[in-house]
């Protein structure tokens, strides 16, 4: 918003050139900042909480979620969830 302020302060005092510029700057920052974002959202981590009865199936579902290609950064255990991070 202060951007777009500045630039119309510039064609104000006829200064068309730099509002030009400033125009043109401010589209590549704000599309770059759309990829980055986008970029990061991707980079999230994200939980999953599963419930198993059986103890003895858990290093089968720990090399299931390897093989998706994700890390188990900890595991929780209590009496009913196991809490995969």
């Keep these: 918003m202060w951007s777009t302020a500045c630039i119309g302060i510039a064609i104000g ?3 068309y050139f730099l509002a030009i510029v400033s125009w043109v700057f401010l589209i590549i920052v704000l ?3 759309k990829y980055m ?3 990061h959202r991707g980079k999230r981590s994200k ?3 599963l419930t198993i ?3 003895k ?6 090399e299931v979620v390897k093989e998706i290609d ?3 950064l900890s595991i929780e255990k209590n009496l009913t969830n196991l809490c995969l991070n």
């Design 31 to 33: 599309y770059a900042l």
């Design 70 to 72: 994700n890390k188990i």
């Design 47 to 49: 939980n999953m909480v």
């Design 53 to 55: 009865e059986d103890t």
């Design 57 to 62: 199936s858990i290093p089968a579902l720990m």
């Design 13 to 15: 005092y006829g200064y």
């Design 37 to 39: 974002e986008m970029w």
